[in-house]
């Protein structure tokens, strides 16, 4: 048994295991799931924002959050964590669970945002007053040190707030939320690894399986899944509860492994969900519309605007969050402010080439259709050219040709009528003698009677 421990106790076994087994269970769960939304008829219909065209099962969520919270409990409890952090996880099952229901009413039923926002509201208070986690300092970033309680707190509540709608506004399309989930976790999930933070270890590696499962069903062709309310609210709200014990513990000086830019890295971790938040913000505030109103502006849509599926869209915005990580962690020897104007002037510029590129390949596109068609109808004229004294030659032959066979048809008839003449002299004259012969015999007779 205490070799069994130890082993446990390891805790890259432990994040491959978590993973494993979260993916597993998440794989079972999740047919179960479509069976019953589909016998049910509780799905997604297509609106005009949709990006699908026919009802698609929703409540995807509901199958990862299982497979999370069976994988993490278990774990947790095989490990033996102590009196702190089984209360921390306590209170992220039940502030989680409180999403997690919200978001399936949402689902089947539409949830007043003022609700929404009290359900969030209310989850993020379990953390933060029943296991104190909260962000307490700036390290220095805009010359801001330690925070006041108060200010901690409320600065708090506004990160969990923020990162739960910026990830439910980036699922828009298929994979994206859940790619982005991944990249987001396994950064943070490295981070608890070097540090043997096995319960924050735990939540990243199982979060990841759950979410890989899920992935499957999400990008598959006949049995497609939207994770749904019930999946972003639950999965921002554990990104931001990493974030910020990441932050937490980089600033204990308990740890092995430590970054000297960590707000900087916690953004660029968070890029993609923050600028595009931002960017419709900004958008629905120029046309004098409310921030929460519905349209079709995020930069996924925009993707799919210029010609991209949904799974090319997914790739290259992934491939953008992964290069605003690296960037952020190669530039971690600079002054920290300098970072984060790096930061922020170089991601925004990457997603304006992003769109840049993706419009010359329209016009390139297009332009070479237009080529083809041009060349195509040059080769046209020139088969025209080539070919028209030939064309005039089996014109001048068909006209000839014509011309014969009336000719011939003519003459035909005339040798008819000429045929049909002689036959009639030949009658007639054939009758002309007979009535000669009867005349004949006639006065033949007469003059032996007289006789």
Avoid: C, W
């Avoid at 916690?266 to 958008?283: H, K, N, Q």
């Amino acid at each position: 048994m205490t070799y069994f421990y130890d082993f446990m106790l390891n805790p890259y076994i432990l994040a491959f295991l978590g993973g494993l087994l979260a993916f597993v269970l998440a794989n079972r769960i999740i047919p179960v799931i479509i069976y019953t939304v589909r016998a049910k008829n509780l799905m997604d219909e297509p609106g005009d924002r949709s990006v699908h065209s026919t009802k698609t099962p929703t409540l995807g969520g509901v199958g990862m959050f299982a497979a999370f919270v069976i994988s993490l409990i278990l774990f947790g409890v095989v490990v033996g964590l102590e009196r702190p952090d089984l209360l921390k996880l306590l209170a992220l099952v039940l502030a989680t669970i409180i999403l997690m229901f919200l978001g399936i009413k949402d689902d089947l039923i539409a949830l007043a945002a003022r609700k929404k926002f009290l359900g969030q509201l209310v989850s993020t208070a379990i953390v933060i007053f029943l296991t104190d986690v909260r962000i307490t300092s700036f390290e220095g970033l805009l010359g801001i040190g330690e925070l006041p309680y108060l200010v901690s707190v409320l600065f708090t509540v506004f990160v969990f707030i923020l990162v739960i709608n910026a990830f439910n506004l980036i699922d828009g399309i298929d994979g994206l939320a859940g790619a982005i989930g991944i990249i987001a976790s396994a950064s943070f999930g490295l981070f608890f690894l070097l540090n043997n933070d096995y319960l924050m270890l735990l939540v990243s590696f199982s979060l990841i399986g759950a979410i890989s499962a899920f992935l499957q069903y999400n990008l598959s062709g006949t049995q497609k899944l939207f994770m749904g309310d019930s999946g972003s609210m639950v999965i921002g709200y554990l990104l931001a509860y990493q974030g910020i014990r990441f932050l937490e513990l980089n600033l204990s000086g308990s740890s092995s492994f430590t970054i000297n830019n960590g707000p900087v890295l916690l953004l660029a971790v968070l890029s993609f969900p923050l600028l595009d938040t931002l960017r419709i913000f900004i958008i629905r505030a120029k046309e004098r519309r409310s921030p929460f109103d519905a349209d079709r502006n995020h930069i996924h849509h925009r993707l799919l605007t210029l010609g991209f599926s949904h799974k090319q869209a997914t790739i290259m915005l992934t491939i953008v969050s992964v290069i605003a990580i690296e960037l952020a962690y190669l530039l971690k020897d600079l002054e920290i402010n300098l970072q984060l104007f790096t930061i922020t002037l170089i991601i925004p510029l990457i997603y304006y080439l992003l769109f840049n590129i993706t419009r010359v390949r329209e016009n390139t596109i297009k332009l070479n259709e237009v080529r083809a068609e041009s060349d195509r109808l040059r080769i046209v004229d020139m088969d025209l050219k080539k070919y028209m004294p030939l064309f005039t030659i089996r014109k001048a032959f068909i006209d000839e040709s014509r011309a014969t066979q009336k000719v011939a048809v003519n003459g035909a008839n005339n040798r008819e009528k000429m045929e049909l003449s002689e036959k009639r002299i030949k009658e007639l004259e054939k009758s002309k003698m007979h009535l000669v012969d009867s005349k004949k015999l006639k006065e033949k007779n007469k003059s032996s009677k007289s006789k």
